[in-house]
């Protein structure tokens, strides 16, 4: 039988937002970040060897925390047998706990380093199979679990995590309710041909693209929502702009149309950015990112109508014709004018969805945008003023010959008390792409999952 | 061809966190939460018809507009004819825009009244199908797009949306990293009978019941992580504590014990609960909830061993033998005792997953716990210290008869500087059940899934 663990006296300060360090680590582990506050004491420290470069009878021991870097210096004769020799023997990526003094050092990445009295290893590494040298992006992948902990794809994850909590802060401080929509739903989607599909029970779910029939649905409740989660696409796609499963957001007002909704996604897009500019800079830097580009992201976001958009691909030697979707090399040639992201409104009715709303002004189009990152990064948002009258919503779900039992509920939105709405989707990780400046979507996300890769 | 439209002129002040009130809706439309600052003044409000009623000369009209309920007063002879119809004869759930100087009245939700000088029906309703009779759950549910406007359920999703953001703001605060996890995995998984599964590509992909083993991928990266997104449980439990798919935040922090980790959870439940208390105030009252129990909700809450519960239990008269793990019922009568919620911790390895480390002090046990929530509304979290010994791990995986190659990349972590390392996962909609009072989980979530039900 076990004994009763002792309860320990936390303080209940509920009121303090943020804890005394350590709180929830082994209470004798200080944290990297945490050193400066340290200066001269003697602490102990736990992490993973990066590096270990032995100069006669000093060896210099570089650990990563989690929490940043830290050179350890190990002089012989000031250390134990036993700590010297696992200090020159210890192999990459190993776990160490070690104890020593706080030495300030402004050549230190941290500002400090670490004179060390012991060091002992906690968790032996066999040898590491990712080296400095070039691995193939497979190997790398085949290795994603243990490829997270190289700089670069710390880096990269680090502003996709800051970029996640800021898209919360936005809607959040805005009044927005968040409305988690459902993953598993019956026969509705974008496109059947690209929808996973589970048996539910003797019945057929498939995996959601998008959430945004839902959000419509919590308008009349809640006046501006948002979704925020994990969704699907089938696509036999291997560009670099495509995985299998990406994580968007989704705002929809009530009472906005589709001007309001374009002010909305150049404040938002403009806030991402400049979240990331001011608390990930020390990442950016690690990226090599050239952030003169993203200091100039402010709104308004220049704007072009897709007929215009057509006018000047066509004089730029592109052959698309009124009435085609753009494709990606379209996209980077419009973006390539500008330095802000762009947006290309009011496109062709048969080359968007259904629920996009007629344009009063031309019927042939509807009432929408998508807008195009800088630096050929192509499409980060779509977003549309939605259908709001029940007749002609019904004529283009018949039109498209969409399920219409299956869009009964939709269409009650029309029913009690129909409304002007608009909303968007952007992108997480083709957002955080252009943001850290990173050729493919697939390192923008811890565990990317493409046509070809499920594991690990 | 359309026209550009104009680009507004906003005021590129990035570093203004919230916008001015109506930046993303129509701009002559002011939100109910806002009236206050627009007593006596003459405003636009747009809205849904909550009730109507008729006294004489004078129409009251209860508006909704997603921020508030606001009364609109219709005095017959200072309106024009045209308004004094559509206020008598407007259905309910009619969307509606109002002109009118507001009044503020103590006695009115808000603080405000509007006496009205135009109103017209933007959008009518058809008879709304939802009224105020008692009508069946499945009823409800078969229109929860609908039900979603009502007044307890708007409640009861507002906490919800509110504790999604504490959680957030919680790990944010404190330096954990944000590692999304995949829900399209390989063969892995708690339960392979509870398991979701789609072709992919040719191959079978799963429906991710944890993202546990992927955060604690991540612990060698950036030491403190966590994973916040739906999970998937093919459960055939019809209980008011199930969904085939729910919310769960996972944590996992490197060089935690199991001690540390219920310090982090107790930490972290408290903080919840007090977010709730403070800001949703207005939702609790709507909801009755007694909010006094609470208040009495902070850190450290009781611990009991697995063992010493049995005992308990047995005194109790429950037929529970040491080595089966708890059920409802088990867990309600132990919880009755406190009025905090309370940890039992080092269950039988038996009745546990396999990746939860052995106590060294008693290896039939793991070093883990469930929390219970009180007032009978069971477990809200499971966690667990996990197994660090590479055999030991090893052994696990064979004892449990589970495919070791797929848990290859999993054991590297073990192989690569193995560390202390534990974390949890916490139900969203069973804790927000409980910090709500409402008895069943299918209404703590936007648009549940439930074994019989798939839509809306």
């Given at each position: 039988?076990?004994?009763?663990?002792?309860?320990?006296?936390?303080?209940?300060?509920?009121?303090?937002?943020?804890?005394?360090?350590?709180?929830?680590?082994?209470?004798?582990?200080?944290?990297?970040?945490?050193?400066?506050?340290?200066?001269?004491?003697?602490?102990?420290?736990?992490?993973?060897?990066?590096?270990?470069?032995?100069?006669?009878?000093?060896?210099?021991?570089?650990?990563?925390?989690?929490?940043?870097?830290?050179?350890?210096?190990?002089?012989?004769?000031?250390?134990?047998?036993?700590?010297?020799?696992?200090?020159?023997?210890?192999?990459?990526?190993?776990?160490?706990?070690?104890?020593?003094?706080?030495?300030?050092?402004?050549?230190?990445?941290?500002?400090?380093?670490?004179?060390?009295?012991?060091?002992?290893?906690?968790?032996?590494?066999?040898?590491?199979?990712?080296?400095?040298?070039?691995?193939?992006?497979?190997?790398?992948?085949?290795?994603?679990?243990?490829?997270?902990?190289?700089?670069?794809?710390?880096?990269?994850?680090?502003?996709?995590?800051?970029?996640?909590?800021?898209?919360?802060?936005?809607?959040?401080?805005?009044?927005?309710?968040?409305?988690?929509?459902?993953?598993?739903?019956?026969?509705?989607?974008?496109?059947?041909?690209?929808?996973f599909s589970t048996d539910y029970f003797g019945d057929t779910a498939y995996l959601a693209q998008t959430g945004q029939l839902y959000v419509e649905a919590a308008c009349p409740a809640f006046r501006k929502v948002y979704c925020f989660g994990p969704t699907f696409r089938a696509e036999k796609s291997k560009t670099r702009r495509h995985l299998t499963e990406f994580w968007m957001v989704e705002p929809e007002v009530a009472f906005a149309d589709s001007d309001a909704n374009m002010r909305l996604q150049e404040e938002f897009v403009s806030y991402l950015v400049e979240r990331a500019l001011e608390r990930c800079a020390p990442e950016l830097e690690t990226l090599e990112r050239d952030t003169s580009v993203l200091e100039r992201i402010r709104p308004p976001f220049p704007r072009v109508s897709y007929t215009e958009a057509v006018e000047r691909l066509q004089a730029k030697g592109s052959g698309i014709e009124w009435g085609r979707d753009l494709g990606g090399a379209d996209e980077t040639l419009l973006a390539e004018e500008h330095h802000l992201p762009l947006f290309v409104y009011n496109y062709p009715k048969e080359a968007k969805a259904f629920y996009m709303k007629e344009n009063p002004d031309d019927p042939r189009t509807v009432l929408c945008n998508d807008l195009l990152a800088p630096e050929g990064y192509g499409e980060i948002i779509g977003g549309s003023q939605r259908e709001d009258d029940l007749d002609r919503l019904l004529h283009r779900i018949r039109e498209e010959d969409l399920p219409e039992e299956a869009y009964n509920w939709y269409l009650d939105l029309r029913r009690y008390g129909t409304f002007v709405h608009s909303g968007f989707g952007l992108g997480i990780e083709r957002t955080v792409a252009w943001i850290t400046g990173r050729p493919h979507v697939r390192e923008m996300i811890p565990f990317p999952r493409l046509m070809n890769r499920l594991t690990p």
């Open positions: 039988m076990n004994p009763l663990p002792s309860v320990p006296h936390l303080s209940p300060s509920p009121e303090s937002l943020v804890p005394d360090e350590n709180e929830m680590s082994r209470t004798h582990l200080i944290e990297v970040k945490d050193l400066s506050r340290h200066a001269e004491a003697t602490v102990t420290v736990a992490g993973w060897v990066e590096t270990v470069r032995i100069h006669g009878r000093v060896a210099f021991v570089v650990i990563r925390d989690g929490t940043g870097l830290l050179q350890c210096v190990v002089v012989k004769k000031e250390v134990d047998e036993a700590t010297w020799e696992a200090a020159t023997g210890v192999t990459q990526e190993s776990t160490v706990e070690l104890t020593g003094s706080v030495k300030p050092d402004d050549r230190a990445p941290g500002g400090n380093e670490l004179l060390v009295s012991t060091l002992s290893v906690v968790g032996p590494a066999e040898e590491y199979p990712i080296q400095p040298k070039e691995h193939g992006v497979e190997f790398l992948m085949d290795h994603r679990h243990l490829w997270l902990r190289s700089s670069a794809q710390r880096a990269g994850l680090r502003v996709r995590s800051e970029v996640m909590q800021a898209v919360h802060d936005f809607y959040y401080d805005r009044g927005f309710t968040r409305i988690d929509t459902p993953i598993l739903t019956g026969a509705i989607g974008e496109s059947a041909g690209t929808l």
